[in-house]
């Protein structure tokens, strides 16, 4: 992902309004970023656990989204990203929802999938970050078609937020 500015992250959200997208809390380490290690940009939120924000290149310019986070049920059962395909156990993996962008966000539509509760998929992907032994199978992909896939997952899932 190229290096973005606070401002293109501000206005690149989809199904949140201009005062909200202000009022959101922007990583302070953009600048510190590896951003060639990155697919896309997600973060959660330090003041709210709940909330979680998205950004990706699209072939029309950035894509945000504003996510929340289910409360992950207990237990240590494992879960796979639909992203990037690594398993956690725990609360490794949450439910996201997404509110549809446009006029059915606003009547309340909204769509989900289960997504490393980190959003660090890109750093999973290239071994930069680690889950627990054994949770991220062996992959037979070389990393380029991994990255790929990832990609081609995260646009099928902003897709759906961006359709009305």
Request: net charge positive; aromatic share 4%.
């Amino acid at each position: 992902m190229r290096p973005v500015t606070e401002r293109e992250i501000r206005t690149s959200f989809v199904n949140c309004s201009k005062g909200e997208a202000k009022r959101l809390t922007v990583p302070k380490d953009l600048a510190d970023r590896s951003w060639d290690d990155l697919d896309f940009l997600g973060w959660r939120d330090p003041s709210a656990p709940d909330r979680a924000y998205l950004v990706a290149e699209s072939g029309t310019g950035l894509v945000g989204v504003t996510l929340r986070r289910a409360t992950p049920p207990s237990g240590a059962r494992k879960s796979m990203c639909a992203l990037c395909l690594t398993t956690h156990s725990g609360d490794g993996v949450s439910l996201m929802t997404a509110r549809k962008a446009g006029k059915t966000g606003q009547q309340g539509n909204s769509v989900g999938s289960y997504l490393c509760a980190d959003l660090a998929c890109s750093l999973y992907l290239r071994g930069k970050k680690d889950t627990e032994p054994g949770a991220r199978a062996h992959d037979s992909l070389p990393l380029d078609q991994q990255v790929t896939r990832t990609k081609a997952n995260l646009a099928a899932f902003l897709d759906r937020v961006t359709r009305g």
